[in-house]
């Protein structure tokens, strides 16, 4: 959990409070520009990742830290993500891209320096195979009367 606190303004007055900032903070953050960036079908696994789509849904969360692990020091942060790509994209251009979203909207936003962000790409998302399921699906509840 990273601490600040805040001053008067000249170098002479005393500080004005203190702003403590959530690891989920940080992991929201961070797996919201993850999800931005073009090319990245998925932030989690597979159980994971079901269970923040079903609770997005229903209770109206963003779950945008599930799959998102961070460490959060007094001035820095470190990001751990797994993700599913989309197939087609070369992935060390789309790592590139994610750790640049990362560490510009977690610095933007929290003042936190992002000194590492570590990427596990568990699958590759290849368009047509949910469709294929489902319609397998129907086939032998059809068969089956």
Do not use: C, W
Request: a negative charge; zero cysteines; glycine letters at 16%.
């Amino acid at each position: 959990m990273a601490e600040f606190e805040t001053s008067g303004g000249s170098s002479g007055e005393k500080t004005r409070g203190r702003t403590t900032i959530a690891d989920g903070v940080v992991a929201t953050i961070a797996g919201i520009a993850i999800r931005e960036t073009e090319g990245v079908h998925s932030v989690g696994r597979g159980a994971s990742k079901a269970i923040g789509a079903v609770a997005g849904r229903v209770g109206g969360s963003s779950g945008g830290g599930r799959g998102v692990k961070v460490e959060v020091g007094e001035k820095q942060t470190a990001v751990d993500v797994d993700i599913e790509v989309e197939y087609g994209i070369p992935i060390h251009e789309l790592a590139d891209r994610v750790r640049t979203h990362v560490t510009d909207a977690v610095e933007t936003m929290t003042g936190l320096e992002v000194v590492e962000i570590n990427i596990n790409v568990l699958d590759v998302h290849i368009p047509g195979d949910d469709d294929e399921d489902d319609e397998d699906s129907g086939r032998s509840s059809a068969r089956v009367q």
